[in-house]
């Protein structure tokens, strides 16, 4: 949910991401010790990114994208008591935004997202679909009289 400005061609947006499904993963407690958990992660983050160079790929406009992903990276263990530590993240992201109507744009891009997880890369790749609400057009009331013809209008 967030703000989508298309003359300026720039975003901001509230954003809920997660991993549905538990996956093994070893976290690095000290330089001896290393343990394996059972992990669901979840990020919530504002996102912000500007959209400029337009140019035509297959029947798509097309343009760059780059932005950053702002927030905090918090996970649960299966069967333990502790949870995964919270980590504070600043994603940078950059990539190709397809526009697939006048509201509607399909963003895919890199993202450099540090998880602080041995066996995962920290690179990923990101794909959004981002559409925009229209505003409701606001058209006056017909008035008619008493036989159904129609009244002048007289807003004063």
Known sequence: MGVEDLGFQWGARFNFQFRPFFKRTLVRESSTIIRQFREKKYFISFDFDKRFGNFDLGNFQTQLFVGTQCG????????ARSSADAIFNLVPIAGLSFNLGDDTFLKIGFCYFRDKLIEVPDGKVSINLIFTL???????PRLQNKNNAPVKEDYY
């Open 134 to 140: 229209k505003e409701p057009k606001r058209e006056s």
């Open 72 to 79: 905090v990276l918090l996970g649960n263990y299966r069967a």
